[in-house]
């Protein structure tokens, strides 16, 4: 099965901006993979920010954004809150399965 | 409001076998395909299987295949996943989430726009 790989741990100052990304092994992430974001707090139940690489779902802050990069799936926060603290996880779809990355706890300072 | 609700987690022994299931409500079920997906304590999310909204086809991870099966009932709105052969692994809280809608031959995301509350299983003599 594929491995999906991510930065373990970020830091970002309050207001900054920082890009969380996503890599698969083997190969390059695409398009074809529809790569999601989730954001997950302590105690909680995921919550879906970014679907088929850069949509938002109503409740998705505009200061989230998908993209490609470099061959990676990139999430991108711009302004951050200190309400953005948290575990992100991206997730790639490999025909009909799906797999999550490891995670990156995400920690506004 | 779209719901999701897990149940019949608890604890039981290596070798030991448990069926969870998930009750929705709020949205056209039969429409969607639906997910379990687990978390370990302290872990991160892993995706375990998935089922159409047909119910005809299943796939599942890895390390789960021949001891899970995934299953539905539309008429019921209800998800189930059967556990036989339950390791230390297994332990985690597991979730049910809506996956792809598929109203005709061409399916659209989001997927995993609505999750459970979880069930644990624990796996420990």
């Known amino acids: 099965q594929a491995v999906v790989t991510q930065e373990p741990s970020l830091t970002v100052s309050p207001g900054g901006t920082v890009t969380l990304t996503c890599g698969s092994s083997p190969g390059v992430v695409t398009s074809g993979h529809t790569p999601y974001w989730f954001q997950q707090k302590p105690g909680q139940a995921p919550r879906a920010l970014i679907f088929?690489?850069?949509d938002k779902l109503s409740w998705t802050p505009a200061r989230f954004s998908g993209s490609l990069l470099g061959g990676k799936a990139a999430l991108t926060l711009s302004g951050a809150q200190p309400e953005d603290e948290a575990e992100y996880y991206c997730?790639?779809?490999?025909?009909?399965?799906?797999?999550f990355g490891g995670g990156t706890k995400l920690t506004v300072l | 409001e779209v719901q999701l609700v897990e149940s019949g987690g608890g604890l039981v022994q290596p070798g030991g076998s448990l069926r969870l299931s998930c009750a929705a409500s709020a949205f056209n079920f039969k429409n969607y395909w639906m997910s379990w997906v687990r978390q370990a304590p302290g872990k991160g999310l892993e995706w375990v299987a998935n089922i159409k909204n047909d119910g005809n086809e299943e796939s599942y991870m890895d390390s789960v295949k021949g001891r899970f099966t995934i299953s539905r009932d539309n008429t019921e709105k209800s998800l189930h996943l059967r556990m036989n052969s339950l390791r230390a692994e297994d332990t985690a809280v597991y979730y049910c989430?809506?996956?792809?809608?598929?109203?005709?031959?061409?399916?659209?995301?989001?997927?995993?726009?609505?999750w459970g509350q979880g069930s644990l299983v624990i796996v420990s003599s």
């Open positions: 997730l790639l779809s490999y025909g009909d399965a799906r797999v």
């Open positions: 989430a809506r996956d792809l809608f598929c109203p005709s031959s061409r399916c659209r995301g989001p997927i995993f726009d609505f």
């Open positions: 088929d690489t850069s």
